[in-house]
């Protein structure tokens, strides 16, 4: 079974640039999470969905950072424009049902705004 | 105060030593609990999860108070293969609200 698809793996992009990172969960996982991890930190949880409903999205930085899942599948999250601070690696997570609560992560998508 | 607390480490341990880190939380409310391994340039991977009771995998053992809200692992006859970042997780009730510490890193020395 496939798991957590992320790309790109590494972007480099100048500030005031924009981005898209994008993330295809487990087959069958409704609930899918974007964590941004600055470096010897945990990660940070942007945004959680479930299903195509964004449930949790108070960390999310809404005037730069935008997220969208239309049909409760794969996932895009975008900044625009980027910051210097927003270098960081952007993980994406997804969970499946159940009670087990074990969350699956992509490799990340590494992000260098020079 | 965060949500989730780690001692960052590091830790530097010889081969065959035995290493504890805790973690506490500050949502007394909060569901379950578990411990994620991190190598370096990777992603988090599930390498427990921790019960009430206590839980033991192998050279791993997890336990839970809830009283004083703190979470520990304890891994015996550590391995080079054990060097990684240890990172303390938290579910809240009800919303899967899944909250991350900043982790723990460990070094194991031959």
């Known amino acids: 079974e496939a798991g957590v698809v992320q790309s790109p793996r590494y972007k480099i992009i100048e500030k005031k640039q924009p981005v898209a990172f994008w993330c295809n969960p487990i087959s069958g996982h409704n609930t899918l999470y974007w964590y941004r991890q600055n470096l010897g930190q945990g990660p940070e949880l942007l945004i959680r969905y479930e299903n195509e409903e964004a449930v949790d999205d108070s960390q999310l930085p809404k005037d730069r950072f935008s997220a969208e899942r239309l049909k409760g599948v794969d996932s895009t999250l975008k900044i625009q424009p980027a910051e210097l601070g927003d270098s960081a690696v952007y993980l994406c997570?997804?969970?499946?049902?159940?009670?087990?609560?074990?969350?699956?992560f992509g490799e990340g998508s590494r992000l260098t705004v020079l | 105060r965060k949500e989730v607390e780690q001692d960052p480490g590091p830790f530097n341990v010889p081969e065959g030593a035995t290493v504890a880190f805790n973690c506490t939380y500050s949502n007394s409310a909060s569901q379950s609990f578990f411990w994620y391994r991190q190598d370096c340039r990777k992603e988090p991977k599930l390498l427990m999860s921790v019960y009430s009771s206590g839980n033991e995998d192998g050279r791993f053992t997890a336990q839970l108070n809830r009283a004083s809200q703190y979470i520990s692992l304890l891994i015996r006859d550590s391995k080079l293969s054990d060097s990684a970042t240890y990172l303390c997780v938290v579910l809240s009730t009800g919303g899967f609200k899944t909250i991350f510490g900043a982790g723990t890193r460990l070094f194991v020395k031959a």
């Open positions: 997570a997804s969970r499946g049902g159940g009670n087990t609560g074990e969350l699956f």
